[in-house]
């Protein structure tokens, strides 16, 4: 059986439509060791801390998406401090996100996200804790503001955009997360851009609920399609998929682990 991860999603929200027993017996069906669930806001945050609790295959990362910057930081601080002080003998938060910027959308005004997401890298850093970024149509802002800090460590989750920024991307040593999206992209250049991430950089996400792979393209998305992600990409790179599997998790056991 192959020995994949989902990285990143979002099956721990209320909102969730599918039953969360079902969609991890599945996952593990098809060889899902570990999920993660990912924050994008207070409340989302606290659901990811419960679930990752619930279940002893998943775990959380906590965070304030830039769609929702203009409500605060609410309760994530409180949340962070609360699973990584020195009481707690086992935590299931491994990270902060997904934090970045994303001026594709409106949602939060640009000095909202760029406030937020600079004081959740800063408690990334206090807490040493590696960071799943969101970032759309705002590279250039978003490395002018990664370079202001040192020793970050992270993923750009549901990574869509050019072979330049990738290559900027692996110069500052980060991860690059890939999900449902490559295997419905039909834009040469993007293909390209995917079959240039090093395996060794690679990490495997669904994004669950959104962004279901072929063949499963009009199903609600969950964990057990990250599966499908990886037969796109041992096709695309040519390599077996035992193979691919087995490097992109041990990616991820280094990045979050």
């Given at each position: 059986m192959l020995y994949l991860i989902d990285s990143h999603c979002h099956i721990h929200e209320s909102s969730y439509p599918l039953d969360p027993v079902d969609v991890?017996?599945?996952?593990?069906?098809?060889?899902?060791?570990?999920?993660?669930?990912?924050?994008?806001?207070?409340k989302s945050s606290t659901e990811a801390i419960k679930f990752s609790t619930e279940h002893d295959n998943a775990w959380a990362i906590v965070g304030v998406h830039p769609?929702?910057?203009?409500?605060?930081?609410?309760?994530?601080?409180?949340?962070?401090?609360q699973n990584t002080n020195s009481n707690v003998e086992v935590t299931k938060l491994i990270g902060i996100g997904e934090i970045g910027l994303d001026y594709f959308y409106n949602h939060s005004s640009r000095d909202n996200q760029v406030e937020i997401f600079n004081r959740q890298i800063e408690l990334a850093?206090?807490?040493?804790?590696?960071?799943?970024?969101?970032?759309?149509?705002?590279?250039?802002?978003?490395?002018s503001i990664f370079d202001n800090f040192h020793g970050l460590r992270g993923v750009l989750?549901?990574?869509?955009?050019?072979?330049?920024?990738?290559?900027?991307?692996?110069e500052r040593?980060?991860?690059?997360?890939?999900n449902g999206i490559a295997t419905f992209n039909k834009n040469q250049e993007q293909?390209?851009?995917?079959?240039?991430?090093?395996?060794?950089?690679?990490?495997?996400?669904t994004?669950?609920?959104?962004?279901?792979?072929?063949?499963?393209?009009?199903?609600?998305?969950?964990?057990?399609?990250?599966?499908?992600?990886a037969r796109y990409l041992s096709n695309?790179?040519?390599?077996?998929?035992?193979?691919?599997?087995?490097?992109?998790?041990?990616?991820?056991?280094?990045l979050f682990f």
């Open positions: 991890i017996r599945r996952a593990k069906e098809v060889g899902v060791k570990k999920i993660i669930c990912v924050g994008t806001d207070d769609h929702e910057a203009k409500h605060g930081l609410g309760r994530v601080p409180d949340l962070i401090a850093i206090k807490h040493d804790l590696p960071i799943s970024f969101h970032v759309r149509e705002a590279f250039e802002d978003f490395w989750h549901s990574y869509t955009d050019s072979t330049k920024n990738l290559e900027r991307a692996l040593g980060l991860y690059i997360g890939v293909e390209a851009m995917y079959r240039a991430i090093p395996i060794e950089r690679l990490l495997l996400e994004d669950s609920p959104f962004l279901t792979p072929v063949p499963n393209r009009g199903k609600v998305n969950e964990p057990a399609f990250v599966a499908d992600v695309l790179y040519d390599q077996p998929i035992e193979k691919l599997t087995e490097i992109t998790s041990q990616n991820t056991q280094k």
